[in-house]
């Protein structure tokens, strides 16, 4: 069984552009969830998607939004970008929507703003 | 606002020698505690989720405990493998702000 699935693994941007992120979850799974790991702050929640529908959302700009597809795909875009974007996204997927079901991460999409 | 601390931050130990990490959590209704384990430029590893004070999980030498204010991760008998962060991250009664995640414990284990 396939796990999430994150791409592109790596990545360049110059400040000012936007940059967008893929994810696919497991299949089968419905919710997706977006985090922002870095060294200084850890992991931060970004923004959780369920059947297409933004159920919750972090305590980060409006430069960070997202959308999921019929197929439970989804995809997170940064605008904009400034040097401190520079992090790990992780997306992550679970059967049903978060609350209290186990939540099962991709390796990362590595953002490197300059 | 949910809170989560790990401690140590980092822990050193030879090769089986056993100990424990804590994750010392504030929150409002527990939904769910989870265990992560993180390899370095990685994505967090699931390893376990507890639901309920008095919960225990094992996983090979892994043990995972649960009281109403914090979590111990035990790790028997560890092995080089074993060396990594371990996060712990918890999920509240509302869920409206996903998963809050702990900084995490950076355990090396020593041949």
């Known amino acids: 069984k396939a796990g999430v699935t994150q791409t592109p693994r790596y990545l360049i941007k110059t400040r000012g552009q936007q940059v967008t992120l893929s994810c696919s979850p497991i299949s089968g799974h419905r919710s997706v969830s977006w985090y922002q790991q870095t060294p200084g702050q850890g992991l931060q929640f970004l923004f959780e998607y369920f059947s297409e529908t933004q159920r919750n959302k972090g305590n980060f700009p409006g430069r960070f939004s997202g959308r999921q597809f019929s197929n439970s795909r989804s995809e997170m875009n940064v605008s904009t970008l400034e040097l401190g974007d520079s992090a790990l996204y992780l997306c992550?997927?679970?059967?049903?929507?978060?609350?209290?079901?186990?939540?099962?991460f991709g390796e990362g999409s590595w953002l490197t703003v300059v | 606002e949910d809170q989560v601390t790990q401690s140590p931050e980092a822990l050193r130990l030879q090769e089986g020698e056993s100990s424990s990490l804590n994750c010392s959590y504030t929150v409002s209704g527990l939904r769910g505690l989870f265990w992560y384990r993180q390899d370095p430029g990685k994505g967090p590893e699931f390893l376990f989720t507890l639901y309920s004070a008095g919960e225990e999980k094992e996983k090979e030498r892994l043990k995972a405990t649960l009281t109403k204010k914090e979590s111990f991760l035990h790790i028997t008998a560890p092995k080089p493998e074993d060396s990594a962060t371990y996060l712990c991250?918890?999920?509240?009664?509302?869920?409206?702000?996903?998963?809050?995640f702990g900084k995490g414990t950076h355990l090396i284990i020593q041949p």
């Open positions: 992550a997927s679970s059967f049903g929507a978060v609350s209290g079901n186990t939540i099962y």
């Open positions: 991250a918890v999920q509240s009664g509302g869920g409206a702000d996903g998963l809050t």
